[in-house]
Protein backbone atom coordinates (compact mmCIF):
# COMPACT_ATOMS: atom_id res chain seq x y z
CA UNK A 1 0.00 0.00 0.00
CA UNK A 2 1.24 3.39 -0.99
CA UNK A 3 0.40 4.76 2.99
CA UNK A 4 -1.98 7.66 3.36
CA UNK A 5 -2.22 10.56 0.14
CA UNK A 6 -2.45 14.01 0.52
CA UNK A 7 -2.62 16.77 -2.20
CA UNK A 8 -1.21 19.01 -3.04
CA UNK A 9 1.65 18.77 -0.52
CA UNK A 10 1.87 23.08 -0.67
CA UNK A 11 -0.85 25.75 -1.66
CA UNK A 12 -0.35 29.16 -1.17
CA UNK A 13 -3.10 31.42 -1.83
CA UNK A 14 -4.59 34.68 -1.00
CA UNK A 15 -6.52 35.58 1.84
CA UNK A 16 -10.42 35.23 0.51
CA UNK A 17 -9.81 32.26 -1.52
CA UNK A 18 -10.95 28.75 -1.34
CA UNK A 19 -8.66 26.30 -0.41
CA UNK A 20 -9.31 22.05 -0.64
CA UNK A 21 -7.07 19.79 0.74
CA UNK A 22 -7.63 16.23 -0.38
CA UNK A 23 -6.49 13.12 1.49
CA UNK A 24 -6.73 8.89 0.86
CA UNK A 25 -6.70 7.07 3.23
CA UNK A 26 -4.74 3.33 3.37
CA UNK A 27 -7.46 0.94 1.81
CA UNK A 28 -9.30 -0.87 4.63
CA UNK A 29 -8.92 1.37 7.82
CA UNK A 30 -12.19 2.83 8.87
CA UNK A 31 -11.11 5.79 10.36
CA UNK A 32 -10.08 8.91 9.08
CA UNK A 33 -8.61 11.99 11.11
CA UNK A 34 -7.68 15.95 10.26
CA UNK A 35 -4.91 17.25 11.97
CA UNK A 36 -3.69 20.98 11.73
CA UNK A 37 0.25 21.56 12.88
CA UNK A 38 1.35 25.10 14.07
CA UNK A 39 4.59 25.96 16.25
CA UNK A 40 1.72 27.69 18.23
CA UNK A 41 -0.70 25.38 18.59
CA UNK A 42 1.34 21.93 17.93
CA UNK A 43 -0.83 19.19 16.94
CA UNK A 44 -4.52 19.79 16.68
CA UNK A 45 -7.77 17.62 16.19
CA UNK A 46 -10.26 19.14 13.50
CA UNK A 47 -12.25 16.15 12.99
CA UNK A 48 -12.65 12.26 12.76
CA UNK A 49 -14.62 10.03 10.96
CA UNK A 50 -16.13 6.50 11.03
CA UNK A 51 -17.23 4.41 8.16
CA UNK A 52 -17.58 7.89 6.36
CA UNK A 53 -19.38 9.74 8.93
CA UNK A 54 -18.22 12.58 10.90
CA UNK A 55 -18.19 11.36 14.47
CA UNK A 56 -16.26 14.62 15.95
CA UNK A 57 -16.08 18.08 14.69
CA UNK A 58 -15.47 20.01 17.53
CA UNK A 59 -12.41 20.53 16.83
CA UNK A 60 -13.21 22.43 13.33
CA UNK A 61 -12.20 26.07 14.32
CA UNK A 62 -14.92 28.17 12.70
CA UNK A 63 -18.39 27.34 9.86
CA UNK A 64 -15.30 28.27 7.43
CA UNK A 65 -13.56 25.18 7.91
CA UNK A 66 -15.87 21.86 6.04
CA UNK A 67 -14.72 18.39 5.67
CA UNK A 68 -16.82 15.81 3.66
CA UNK A 69 -15.88 12.03 3.11
CA UNK A 70 -18.03 10.94 0.46
CA UNK A 71 -16.61 6.87 -0.08
CA UNK A 72 -14.09 5.26 2.06
CA UNK A 73 -11.15 6.33 -0.54
CA UNK A 74 -11.85 9.92 -0.03
CA UNK A 75 -11.80 13.09 1.97
CA UNK A 76 -12.01 17.02 1.34
CA UNK A 77 -11.22 19.46 4.03
CA UNK A 78 -12.18 22.73 2.33
CA UNK A 79 -11.31 26.48 3.75
CA UNK A 80 -13.95 29.27 2.67
CA UNK A 81 -12.88 32.15 2.93
CA UNK A 82 -8.97 31.31 3.49
CA UNK A 83 -7.91 33.57 6.09
CA UNK A 84 -3.16 34.03 6.90
CA UNK A 85 -4.05 33.16 10.38
CA UNK A 86 -4.89 29.38 8.72
CA UNK A 87 -1.88 28.87 7.33
CA UNK A 88 -0.61 25.50 8.57
CA UNK A 89 0.07 22.16 7.95
CA UNK A 90 -2.76 19.98 7.82
CA UNK A 91 -2.14 16.28 8.08
CA UNK A 92 -4.38 13.21 7.41
CA UNK A 93 -4.50 10.51 9.06
CA UNK A 94 -5.91 6.92 8.55
CA UNK A 95 -6.48 4.03 11.32
CA UNK A 96 -7.83 0.55 11.12
CA UNK A 97 -9.74 0.91 14.32
CA UNK A 98 -10.22 3.16 17.76
CA UNK A 99 -7.41 4.46 19.84
CA UNK A 100 -8.67 3.24 22.70
CA UNK A 101 -8.36 -0.40 21.21
CA UNK A 102 -4.72 0.53 20.60
CA UNK A 103 -4.79 0.80 16.70
CA UNK A 104 -1.99 3.11 15.64
CA UNK A 105 -2.77 6.30 13.07
CA UNK A 106 -0.87 6.15 9.79
CA UNK A 107 -0.32 9.83 9.10
CA UNK A 108 0.19 11.38 5.63
CA UNK A 109 3.22 13.73 4.67
CA UNK A 110 0.71 16.83 5.20
CA UNK A 111 -0.33 19.99 3.22
CA UNK A 112 1.82 22.89 3.91
CA UNK A 113 -1.17 25.81 2.97
CA UNK A 114 0.30 29.36 3.15
CA UNK A 115 -2.58 32.82 2.85
CA UNK A 116 -0.79 35.57 2.06
CA UNK B 1 -7.10 19.66 23.08
CA UNK B 2 -3.35 18.59 24.50
CA UNK B 3 -3.70 15.83 26.69
CA UNK B 4 0.46 14.61 26.73
CA UNK B 5 2.61 17.76 27.44
CA UNK B 6 6.49 16.29 26.81
CA UNK B 7 9.58 17.30 28.69
CA UNK B 8 11.68 18.81 27.83
CA UNK B 9 10.81 20.94 24.81
CA UNK B 10 14.18 20.37 23.20
CA UNK B 11 17.45 17.91 23.47
CA UNK B 12 20.36 17.96 22.31
CA UNK B 13 23.04 15.48 22.87
CA UNK B 14 25.95 13.59 21.29
CA UNK B 15 25.92 10.44 18.94
CA UNK B 16 26.13 7.67 21.12
CA UNK B 17 24.46 8.84 24.32
CA UNK B 18 21.07 8.06 25.34
CA UNK B 19 17.94 10.05 24.65
CA UNK B 20 15.29 10.70 27.82
CA UNK B 21 11.87 12.42 27.10
CA UNK B 22 9.26 12.43 29.14
CA UNK B 23 5.34 12.50 28.78
CA UNK B 24 2.68 13.62 31.36
CA UNK B 25 -1.15 13.65 30.56
CA UNK B 26 -4.23 14.68 32.97
CA UNK B 27 -6.91 12.12 32.66
CA UNK B 28 -6.82 8.13 32.91
CA UNK B 29 -5.72 6.06 29.44
CA UNK B 30 -6.22 3.13 28.03
CA UNK B 31 -3.12 2.82 26.38
CA UNK B 32 -0.37 5.46 25.67
CA UNK B 33 2.20 5.80 22.20
CA UNK B 34 4.64 7.19 21.01
CA UNK B 35 5.44 9.11 17.53
CA UNK B 36 8.16 10.44 15.43
CA UNK B 37 8.29 13.47 13.23
CA UNK B 38 11.42 13.95 10.76
CA UNK B 39 10.82 17.63 9.78
CA UNK B 40 8.57 17.84 6.90
CA UNK B 41 7.53 14.98 7.64
CA UNK B 42 4.06 13.16 8.98
CA UNK B 43 4.14 11.26 12.43
CA UNK B 44 4.91 7.63 12.75
CA UNK B 45 4.01 5.38 14.93
CA UNK B 46 7.07 4.29 17.40
CA UNK B 47 5.50 1.92 20.53
CA UNK B 48 2.53 1.47 22.19
CA UNK B 49 1.95 0.53 26.18
CA UNK B 50 -1.50 -0.01 27.27
CA UNK B 51 -1.87 1.42 31.11
CA UNK B 52 -1.87 -2.32 32.80
CA UNK B 53 1.93 -2.52 31.37
CA UNK B 54 5.13 -0.76 33.05
CA UNK B 55 7.58 -1.20 30.66
CA UNK B 56 7.91 -2.04 27.22
CA UNK B 57 11.07 -2.18 24.82
CA UNK B 58 11.29 -2.31 20.56
CA UNK B 59 15.13 -2.22 19.75
CA UNK B 60 16.68 0.67 20.57
CA UNK B 61 13.42 2.22 22.46
CA UNK B 62 12.55 1.60 25.99
CA UNK B 63 9.14 3.15 27.26
CA UNK B 64 7.54 3.24 30.61
CA UNK B 65 4.45 3.85 32.21
CA UNK B 66 3.08 5.35 35.56
CA UNK B 67 -0.80 5.59 35.68
CA UNK B 68 -0.29 6.65 39.27
CA UNK B 69 1.77 9.72 38.07
CA UNK B 70 0.07 9.70 34.94
CA UNK B 71 3.44 9.86 33.40
CA UNK B 72 5.37 8.51 30.33
CA UNK B 73 9.12 8.36 29.63
CA UNK B 74 10.72 6.97 26.04
CA UNK B 75 14.31 6.34 25.94
CA UNK B 76 16.40 5.96 22.95
CA UNK B 77 19.63 4.10 23.84
CA UNK B 78 23.05 4.76 21.98
CA UNK B 79 21.35 7.45 19.96
CA UNK B 80 21.96 8.11 16.21
CA UNK B 81 22.08 11.04 14.33
CA UNK B 82 19.22 9.82 12.35
CA UNK B 83 17.13 9.83 15.71
CA UNK B 84 16.79 13.67 15.03
CA UNK B 85 13.51 14.69 14.58
CA UNK B 86 10.31 15.50 16.92
CA UNK B 87 8.79 12.90 19.46
CA UNK B 88 5.49 13.18 20.26
CA UNK B 89 3.07 10.98 23.05
CA UNK B 90 -0.56 10.22 22.13
CA UNK B 91 -3.18 9.76 24.44
CA UNK B 92 -6.59 8.18 24.50
CA UNK B 93 -9.27 8.77 26.93
CA UNK B 94 -11.52 6.19 25.86
CA UNK B 95 -12.53 7.50 23.16
CA UNK B 96 -11.57 6.56 19.55
CA UNK B 97 -8.89 9.19 19.01
CA UNK B 98 -5.47 10.38 20.38
CA UNK B 99 -4.67 13.77 21.60
CA UNK B 100 -1.44 14.36 21.03
CA UNK B 101 1.36 16.63 23.25
CA UNK B 102 3.50 19.47 22.67
CA UNK B 103 6.46 17.22 21.45
CA UNK B 104 10.01 16.84 22.14
CA UNK B 105 12.57 17.93 19.52
CA UNK B 106 15.78 15.95 19.58
CA UNK B 107 19.38 17.05 18.12
CA UNK B 108 21.50 14.25 17.92
CA UNK B 109 25.39 15.61 17.34
CA UNK B 110 27.03 13.34 15.18
Not at chain 2, 54 to 59: A, I, L, Q, V, Y
Request: proline letters at 5%; one cysteine or more; a negative charge.
Amino acid sequence: DAGVIQSPRHEVTEMGQEVTLRCKPISGHDYLFWYRQTMMRGLELLIYFNNNVPIDDSGMPEDRFSAKMPNASFSTLKIQPSEPRDSAVYFCASSPGTGSLGYEQYFGPGTRLTVT
Amino acid sequence: SQQGEEDPQALSIQEGENATMNCSYKTSINNLQWYRQNSGRGLVHLILIRSNEREKHSGRLRVTLDTSKKSSSLLITASRAADTASYFCATDEGGNQFYFGTGTSLTVIP
